[in-house]
C-alpha cells in the first residue's frame, strides 16, 4: 500500500481487456503508478489474470473498480436474505403485468448496506470475495457508487483488507453522504474540471483535509477535450498534480500522443514536489484575468505555521501578473514569507509552486514600555469628531455669529460618571471661556457649543475627567430609591467632602466644612443622605474638583470670517468693455455709471479681471489668435509692460484716483470690489529685468511660454517661486502687491490658477495677509482634482470655483452637492457656483435657449450661499468657437460693449433669486441642502432649512430646456413632524400665490417658459 505522502497517479481504463503492453509501457514511463480498470466483482475473468501479471511485471499496482452492492437477482445470497436487496428486474415485456403470474428472476439486485443487518449477514462473505480477488494480486479496488455504502459496513471492509495491504479507494459521492469518510477510505476521489480551476472551487473540492482521506483528482479530460485548447489541458493536469494527492487519468489521454505524455510527465514529477503537502488547499485569490492562488498546508496543520505551498495558476492563453502580495500574505491563516518567491508575470497555461516559510514576526528593537509609563498613560479616551479638519491641522471655516456646535466622543472604561468641558478663545486673548458638555445618545458623544461674536481666528479643545462626586451622587440615589442604601454607602460621601475641604482651604474649604458638620448632626441616614444630595454641594464639589485623569484634545483652529465669505452674489465686468464704442477702450469711471444696473440685479460684489498693464510681446489678437493688429488690446491676463507691473494699472483705464473713486462709488451703491490676482507675466514685465532670478530660463536664454493643455498662453510667462533669488524676495513681493490693493480698498481677491502655484506659499501668504486683515475673502479659481482644490481650501482659500459647471444632470448634481455638504469637505470649502466665466461658455448653455440660462441661474443661486455670473450671461450670451467651451469674440482678447437691456434677457430671474437669497437665510448657504424624491429624472427637487427651523424653502427645476416635464413628487412633511395624510401651508416664492397641499403626493408639469418653482412651506411649530 503507498504510504500517506505518496501521490497516486491511476491510468483509467474502462475494460482489462483494453489494457495492452504498449499501454501499459506508457504509464511506467509517465511515472504512474498503477493502472485502474473495471470489473465483475464476483465473477472471475481469465484475462484478469494475465493483465495483473503484466502490470505487476512493469511496477505498477493494479487496481480494478468495482461494486459490491452489485449482485446478480439469482445470487444466493439473495435468496436467502431477499429483505436486504432491491432487486432491478430486467428484460421484462411490453405487456401489461399480471399480477397473478410471478414475474420471471431476472436483472440485479442491489445489496442495502447501510442497513445494521446488513453488517451482520453480508459483511463476511463480502469481504471474503474481496480477500480471494486480493490474493489474486489486486492491490486496491475502487469503490463504485460509494453512496451506496453504508459507513460501518465501509469500515468493516477496510478492517478485513487492510492487513492484506490492499488499497480502499471511493467516490466522488454526493457532499451530504457520510459514508465516504476518513475512518473507511485509504484515498477519495473527486472529479476536476477546468470550471472548477476557473471558479477557484479548488477547495471545495478537496475538503477541509483535517476529516477526510487523502483526496485524488479524477480528470474528466475526454468530456472537456473540446473545450480546452493546450494551455488550458496544461493548467488543468498540473494544477491537479500540485494540489490532490495523486491524480486518474484516462487512458484515452495517456494514448493522445508525445506531448500528452510529456505532461503526465511533468505531471508526476510535480506531484512529487507537492507530497508533503498533504493537508488543507485554500483559495487565496482569483483575478479577473483567469488567475488562481491556492495555498496547499500540511496535514494537521491548516493555518500554515510549518509553512505552506502556494500554487499559483494562470488559465488564460495570455501571460498575466501574479496576484497581489496582500492576499496571498493574509489568507492563509499565517504571515507567510514571501521574500524570495517568484511572483513575476505567469505565462499562459503556467502553474507554478513556491514553497512558504512563515515569515518572521517583528520584534521592535526600542524596549517595550514600562509599567510606571504604562499606567502614566490617560485613562480616559476624549476625541472631537466635529467640526474637525485633518486632526486638527487646518482651520474649520465658519463666519462671524455663527454657533460651532462641537460634538466629541468621551469615554473611559468601567462605570465611572465623566465630567466634559468644551474651552474656547480667540487667538489674541490669553483667557479662555467654557460650557460643560451634554451627553447625548448610547456612543459616548457629548456636544456643547460656543459663539464667533469676533472677525478673525479661533480655537478650541475639550477635556475631560472623572467626575467622583458627580458618579456618587448618581449612585446614591438610584441605592435610595431601590431602598438598598447603606450607611457606608454615605460614609463614602462624607469622606469625598473631607478630601475636597482637604484641597480647596479658604473660603470654599470652609463652606465645604458646613455640610459636614451638618451631615455629621443629622437625625437619621435619611437626613445625612439629603444632605449629600444638597444641590447647592454639588456646585460647589463641582468647583473645587480636582480632576482625576484629567485629558485635554489638541486644539482646533476656526476661521471666523465674514459672512461675505460664505454668502455672496458676484458680478464679473471688463472695464475696458464699459464702452459704447468698441473703438474707444473703457476706462476704471465707465463702470460707476453700471454700478446701479448691478446693484438692482441685487449682486453684492463686482469683480475686475486683471487691471494692470498689458505686454505687448506675443500679444494675442481676437479669439486667441497669434496675429494682432496693432489696435488690438490683448489678454489682461499677459500682466506687465514698461508701464508697470502688478502694481501698477492700465494707463488706458485710468489712475489709482479713478480707482479709488471707482471702489468709493461701488461702496455707495452696497457693492464691493474684487480684483483678480493673477501670478504670471508678459515677457515685457519689468520683474523680468529687474529680477531675472524670480524667472525660470532655459539655457539658450528663451523662457517657455505658460500652458494649460490644450489651452496655450504664448503671451504669459511663470514665475518660479524657488527660483535662484526667489525666497523671500518673490513672495515677500507678492504678499506686498495684495497689501498695497488692500490699501485702495480691495477686500476680496479672486485668485488665477492657484493650483499651479506652490501651496506652502499660499499656506503662508493668506495666513500673513489675513493676521493682519482677517475680513480679506480669497476665492480659489482651481479647476482641477478635487484633492488639490480641498487642500487649497484647507490652506486659507475662503472660496472656490467648483465643478458646478459641468454638472447638469439630476443625479450628478445631487451626488456632487451631497459630497459637498456631508463629507469632510463640509467643514472647510466653500462652493461658488459662477454659471459661466471669460474662459467657459459651458455646452449646455450654447444649445438651451433662454430656458437654458434660467435653469443654470436658479440652480446656481439656490444650491449655494455664493453664486457669480460673468457679464453677458443677463442677456443670454452663448455664441461659441464651434466644438470648444470657448466664447465666439471672446472678451478676453477684444472690447465687447453690450446693450444690457437686450430683447430676451434674464435680468428678472437673476434679480428675483438675489432678492430672495437676501430675504431667506435658507438660500445663504450650500450645507442645508437636501434632496427629495420627484418620479423623474429631468426634474430636481430639493429643500433648505433656515437657522431657525422656522420654514423650509423647496426648489423644484425642470432640467431640461427643450420639453416640459411632469412627476409625482413628496412633499416633505415628516421634516415638521406631520403624517403623511396632513396639510401645510405654501407660498409661491416665484409667482406670489398662496395655498395649501394636502398629503405626502403631489402631482406637477413644468414647461420651459418657466422652468422652476420656488415655494415656502411653513407649518405650525416649525420644522421637527
Not at 485509504?186 to 476557473?198: C, E, G, N, T, W
Not at 456636544?447 to 479661533?458: A, I, K, V
Not at 437626613?527 to 444638597?534: C, I
Not at 427637487?941 to 409625482?968: R, T
Amino acid at each position: 500500500m503507498a504510504s500517506a505522502l505518496s501521490p497516486i497517479l491511476l491510468l483509467r481504463t474502462e475494460e482489462a481487456a483494453s489494457v495492452g503492453a504498449d499501454m501499459i509501457d506508457h504509464a511506467r514511463a509517465a511515472g504512474m503508478t498503477g493502472v485502474l480498470w473495471r470489473a465483475d466483482w464476483l465473477m472471475d475473468a481469465p484475462e484478469m489474470a494475465t493483465l495483473i501479471k503484466d502490470v505487476r511485471a512493469a511496477g505498477l499496482a493494479p487496481m480494478v473498480e468495482i461494486d459490491i452492492a452489485d449482485f446478480p437477482v439469482h445470487h444466493e445470497l439473495v435468496a436467502e436474505f431477499p429483505q436486504l436487496f432491491s432487486i432491478r428486474r430486467s428484460g421484462q415485456s411490453e405487456a401489461p403485468i399480471d399480477p397473478r403470474k410471478p414475474m420471471p428472476a431476472a436483472g440485479r439486485a442491489i445489496a442495502r448496506l447501510h442497513l445494521n443487518e446488513a453488517v451482520e449477514f453480508l459483511a463476511r462473505p463480502v469481504c471474503e470475495r474481496l480477500i480471494s480477488t486480493a490474493a489474486n494480486g489486486i492491490e486496491g479496488f475502487r469503490l463504485a457508487n460509494p453512496h451506496r455504502l453504508g459507513s460501518r459496513f465501509l469500515q468493516l471492509v477496510r478492517k478485513q483488507l487492510e492487513p492484506h495491504g490492499v488499497m480502499i479507494l471511493a467516490g466522488p459521492a454526493p457532499a451530504s453522504d457520510g459514508a465516504a469518510s476518513a475512518a473507511g477510505l485509504d484515498r477519495q476521489i473527486v472529479a476536476f474540471s477546468l470550471p472548477d480551476l476557473k471558479e477557484g472551487r479548488v477547495s471545495d473540492r478537496i475538503g477541509t483535509g483535517a476529516a477526510t482521506a487523502p483526496v485524488l483528482g479524477e480528470l474528466d479530460i475526454d468530456q472537456l477535450a473540446g473545450d480546452l485548447d493546450a494551455r488550458g489541458m496544461e493548467a488543468l493536469v498540473l494544477t491537479a498534480a500540485a494540489v490532490f494527492s495523486g491524480l486518474i487519468i484516462p487512458e484515452s489521454f495517456l494514448g493522445g500522443g508525445d506531448d500528452a505524455r510529456a505532461l503526465v510527465v511533468k505531471a508526476a514529477g510535480l506531484a512529487q514536489r507537492a507530497a508533503p503537502y498533504d493537508g488543507t488547499v485554500q483559495l487565496l485569490a482569483r483575478t479577473r484575468d483567469n488567475v488562481v492562488a491556492l495555498a496547499r498546508t500540511r496535514n494537521g496543520d491548516a493555518r500554515a505555521h510549518d509553512g505552506a505551498l502556494l500554487v499559483l495558476v494562470n488559465g488564460d492563453a495570455e501571460e498575466r501578473p501574479a496576484p497581489g502580495r496582500g492576499a496571498l500574505v493574509q489568507r492563509t491563516g499565517t504571515a507567510l514569507d514571501l521574500g524570495p518567491a517568484d511572483l513575476s508575470p505567469l505565462l499562459p497555461g503556467e502553474v507554478r509552486i513556491i514553497e512558504l516559510a512563515p515569515s518572521r514576526t517583528i520584534i521592535a528593537d526600542a524596549p517595550a514600555l514600562d509599567v510606571d509609563c504604562g499606567a502614566a498613560m490617560p485613562r480616559l479616551v476624549a476625541e472631537i469628531r466635529s467640526p474637525r479638519v485633518d486632526g486638527g491641522d487646518f482651520a474649520v471655516k465658519r463666519v462671524v455669529g455663527d454657533d460651532v456646535e462641537v460634538t466629541a466622543a468621551v469615554f473611559a472604561d468601567g462605570h465611572e460618571q465623566l465630567a466634559v468641558e468644551l474651552h474656547w478663545r480667540s487667538l489674541d486673548s490669553t483667557s479662555w471661556q467654557s460650557v460643560r458638555m451634554e451627553e447625548v445618545g448610547k456612543n459616548d458623544l457629548w456636544t456643547g457649543r460656543f459663539t464667533l461674536d469676533r472677525l478673525g481666528p479661533y480655537e478650541f479643545f475639550v477635556e475631560a475627567w472623572l467626575d467622583r462626586f458627580g458618579g456618587f451622587r448618581r449612585d446614591l440615589v438610584k441605592k435610595r430609591d431601590a431602598g438598598v442604601a447603606q450607611l457606608v454607602d454615605l460614609a463614602d460621601g462624607k469622606v469625598l467632602i473631607g478630601e475636597a475641604v482637604a484641597r480647596s482651604g479658604g473660603e470654599a474649604g470652609q463652606e465645604l466644612s458646613a455640610f459636614l458638620r451638618r451631615f455629621d448632626t443629622a437625625a437619621d441616614s435619611e437626613a445625612s443622605a439629603d444632605v449629600l444630595l444638597d444641590d447647592d454641594l454639588a456646585q460647589k464639589m463641582t468647583a473645587v474638583d480636582d480632576r482625576p485623569f484629567r485629558i485635554v484634545t489638541d486644539p482646533q483652529r476656526v476661521d471666523s470670517e465674514r459672512l461675505a465669505a460664505r454668502f455672496s452674489s458676484w458680478y464679473e465686468l471688463f472695464p475696458r468693455s464699459m464702452t459704447t464704442d468698441k473703438a474707444r477702450h473703457g476706462r476704471l469711471e465707465d463702470v460707476i455709471p453700471h454700478l446701479a444696473r448691478i446693484r438692482d440685479m441685487g449682486f453684492d460684489t463686482v469683480y475686475f479681471p486683471p487691471i494692470h498693464p498689458i505686454g505687448k510681446t506675443n500679444r494675442k489678437g481676437p479669439n486667441n489668435t497669434l496675429t494682432p493688429e496693432p489696435h488690438d488690446v490683448g489678454s489682461p491676463y499677459a500682466i506687465g509692460s514698461p508701464d508697470g507691473g502688478h502694481d501698477a494699472i492700465h494707463p488706458e483705464l485710468g489712475s489709482f484716483e479713478d480707482f479709488d473713486r471707482l471702489v468709493v462709488a461701488a461702496r455707495d451703491h452696497g457693492l464691493e470690489v474684487a480684483l483678480d490676482f493673477a501670478i504670471q507675466a508678459s515677457p515685457d514685465h519689468p520683474w523680468l529685468e529687474d529680477h531675472p532670478g524670480w524667472f525660470s530660463w532655459r539655457s539658450d536664454g528663451s523662457m517657455k511660454y505658460a500652458e494649460n493643455p490644450p489651452k496655450k498662453y504664448q503671451d504669459i510667462v511663470n514665475l518660479d517661486f524657488y527660483g535662484p533669488d526667489a525666497v523671500p524676495d518673490l513672495w515677500l513681493a507678492l504678499r506686498d502687491v495684495v497689501l498695497l490693493w488692500i490699501s485702495h480698498g480691495v477686500k476680496t481677491f479672486r485668485v488665477d490658477n492657484p493650483h499651479t502655484k506652490p501651496l506652502p506659499f499660499w499656506e503662508w501668504m493668506i495666513a500673513d495677509i489675513r493676521h493682519q486683515h482677517p475680513e480679506v475673502i480669497f476665492l480659489a479659481e482651481a479647476f482641477t482634482r478635487p484633492t488639490m482644490m480641498y487642500r487649497l481650501a484647507k490652506v486659507g482659500f475662503s472660496q472656490s470655483y467648483t465643478y458646478f459647471t459641468w454638472r447638469d444632470g439630476k443625479h450628478e448634481l445631487i451626488d456632487y452637492i451631497t459630497e459637498l455638504t456631508d463629507t469632510a469637505p463640509k467643514e472647510f470649502y466653500r462652493p461658488h457656483f459662477f454659471v459661466n466665466t471669460p474662459d467657459i461658455n459651458p455646452m449646455f448653455l450654447q444649445s438651451s435657449g433662454r430656458p437654458g440660462f434660467r435653469i443654470r441661474a436658479v440652480l446656481a443661486a439656490t444650491l449655494s450661499g455664493l453664486f457669480g455670473v460673468y457679464s453677458g450671461f443677463e442677456l443670454c450670451e452663448s455664441a461659441a468657437l464651434p466644438g470648444r467651451e470657448e466664447y465666439l469674440d471672446s472678451e478676453k482678447y477684444e472690447i465687447r460693449p453690450r446693450d444690457h437691456t437686450a430683447a430676451g434677457n434674464v435680468i428678472a430671474d437673476i434679480t428675483l433669486l438675489n432678492r430672495l437669497r437676501r430675504l431667506h437665510p435658507a438660500l445663504q448657504t450650500h450645507l442645508n441642502t437636501r434632496f427629495y424624491l420627484a418620479h423623474n429624472d429631468n426634474i430636481i427637487w430639493y429643500g433648505k432649512a433656515s437657522p431657525d427651523g422656522d420654514e423650509l424653502i423647496m426648489v423644484m427645476v425642470n432640467l431640461d430646456p427643450h420639453h416640459a416635464q411632469e412627476c409625482h413628487f413628496e412633499v416633505p412633511l415628516w421634516e415638521f413632524g406631520l403624517p403623511d395624510t396632513a396639510g401645510i401651508s405654501v407660498e409661491d416664492l416665484v409667482l406670489g400665490h398662496r395655498f395649501d397641499w394636502h398629503g405626502k403626493i403631489q402631482w406637477i408639469r413644468i414647461t420651459p417658459d418657466l422652468p422652476y418653482r420656488i415655494w415656502r412651506l411653513r407649518a405650525p411649530g416649525g420644522l421637527a
